[in-house]
Nanobody, 128 residues
């Protein structure tokens, strides 16, 4: 079955940059939309970014638009999240997610229920 493993989290200073990686195993997800969600302490998990199956289209929450960039490499079965110029409010556990069934409209990409496969998360801490 599908497993997603995030890596690349850690401490980053405000105004810096960080790249998160997500590696999928078990089977190819090249036809599935992929996304990054995050959950800050005391808050609900929220949508961050999503990429279409071919990586040609990307979608972002307003809170991260212009600072986050999601990319994917289907040949490597990986997806990445570039975090740029983060404020301390970006501190959270970041989760990689994969669409359960290919073919969802981008209208649904921001909803956690679109995704059935989740990683364990990687901590990103932004220091002032």
């Amino acid at each position: 079955q599908v497993q997603l493993v995030e890596s690349g989290g850690g401490l980053v200073q405000a105004g810096g940059s960080l790249t998160l990686s997500c590696t999928a195993s078990g089977r190819t997800l090249r036809h599935h939309a992929m996304a990054w969600f995050r959950q800050a302490p005391g808050k609900e998990r929220e949508f961050g970014a999503a990429a279409s199956w071919d990586g040609k289209s990307s979608y972002y929450a307003d809170a991260v638009k212009g600072r986050f960039a999601i990319t994917r490499d289907n040949d490597r079965n990986m997806v990445y999240l570039q975090i740029n110029n983060p404020p301390p409010e970006d501190t959270a556990v970041y989760y990689c997610a994969a669409e359960s069934t290919p073919g969802y409209s981008e209208h649904y990409y921001g909803f956690a229920t679109t995704y059935d496969y989740w990683g364990q998360g990687t901590q990103v801490t932004v220091s002032p």
